[in-house]
């Protein structure tokens, strides 16, 4: 099954959480799972935070460094269209993103730094809920894990469909966008649809604000400054022909790098609602909801990461020049709160080509060992004998 046969209890933990996946904060069994396993190797166990979170600690030596090192545990509400042994038990359930792969490397990392003396220092391995939707990460740090847990600096790790099997991808600043929704409310008079001149139609209204706000991003924003702006709901509420409803609905995703540009289109899209409305004589509601943040690796940590990706995976297997995904990741709380480093190690090119979150999705096993050498190197590298972290390398 693997050309690394000493992985294979590591590929069975792997399957064995697929077969299982359990959506945002209801990871009870995953987090079981985890909490075992972390105890067999004779590590501190942390249960509760944020419900299904699990740190597991390993202090060595006499050295106040720390660091943090997460996965996720989640899986997403999709219909598995696999057929192989291990595809989810749970219809509607499935680990469509890989987090059954991150949570198996972070486990294997665990077991191999247990009882090792290479390092002096402490490792923080925190296994998080609800990376997909709800925010674990925010709601971990809110009930006080870097209090707890106090770190220099955290790491993450994401498998990247697409990128070969056997190579990293390391970036500087930004590396997922932020992830804002939008709801307008569109409000006018109802009526026949015979007699439009007794009625305010919204949807016709609704019809110019979705054209509208195609020029959001093009018309006021630096060409040169990343973000989408994407309509993807428009309802009306109305079922008949002959009747011209008195609200629509329009709603969407707003995906950028940086503050400033989410502000800027929050102040499009209410100045193009309330003018357009005002054209059609009817009233705009905008409500506008900060998701999760932009993703944003601190630049010596990303050095840093490159640097070890190099080490395990060899110096031309790590990609340092390609664009950041305008998807979004909640690992982002986490690096406002401490500097660090999201790298991507790729998942290969899948069968029929499945990227993350397509039903026929599946985590390779064949990188389970990168991603594991990848996290002991880490941890070595940075809290390890030899005096040689963060070195100005550039990226
Ligand atoms: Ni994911």
Redesign the pocket.
Known sequence: MSKHPQINPLIALRHDLHAHPELAFSEHRSSDVVAGFLQSLGLEVHRGLAGTGVVGVIRNGDSARAIALRA?LDALPLHEQNLFPHRSKHEGRMHA???DG?TAMLLGAAQALAGNSDFNGTVVFIFQPA??TDGGARVMIEQGLFERFPVEAVFGM?NWPGLPAGQFAVHSGPVMACADQFDIVLSGHGGHAAMPQQARDPLVAGAALVQALQTVVSRTLDPLDPAVLSVTRFFSGGEAYNIIPSEARIGGTVRAFRAEVQDKVEAALERLASGIAAAHGVQAQLDYRRGYPPTLNSAAEATLCAEVARAVAGAGNVRCDLSPSMGA?DFAYMLREKPGCYVWIGNGMAEGGCM?HNPRYDFNDEILPLGVAYWVALVKRVLGAQEAQYQPLSL
């Open positions: 996720d993103c890989g987090h991150h990376e997909e994401h990741e993350l």
